[in-house]
Structures are given as C-alpha cells and as structure tokens.
C-alpha cells in the first residue's frame, strides 16, 4: 500500500509527517496521504476532477505544474496557512 510506503520513506529519511508531502491526482492517493498523516496536495489536470478530490482531505488544490512548484515551496514556509487550525 502507499501508506506502507510513505512510512517507509518518512523513516528512512527520519522524517516526521508535517515534513512530507504527497502530491496526487486521484481520490484514493488522497486518503492514503490521509491514513498516513502527511498533507496531500491534488493536481487538478490528472485523472479525478475537483468534485471527487473534494471527497478527501486536501491541503491544497493546483492547476498547473508552474503553480505546483510554487505551492510546494510556500507549504513549508512559516506562513503557509494550512499549518494553521482551522475554526
């Protein structure tokens, strides 16, 4: 599974969840990023529309490639407001 995976790598790199990424088009790629506590990031021009997207936990939803880079680099800033609670 990719949850099996992802732990794999967050311990072969020693790191934690809020560390890591996953960056997916589809619904289930989303729930495992869910199951394995790291933040999913969903490409809005691969295989599942928004609407089904929508169904998981998204952290953040991009368009293109370009924004992707963009999105990636400013999720680990300290100003990203996904690291913020959410009332």
Known sequence: SKVEKIKMLMSAYALPAESCVFVTDTLGDVL????????????????????????????HFVN???ELAECVTSHFSPDCDCKKPKD
């Open 32 to 59: 495992e990023a869910n199951h394995a506590g790291v933040d999913a990031v969903a490409v809005l021009w691969g295989f599942h529309p928004r609407e089904t997207l929508d169904r998981g936990r998204v952290t």
């Open 64 to 66: 293109s490639p370009h």
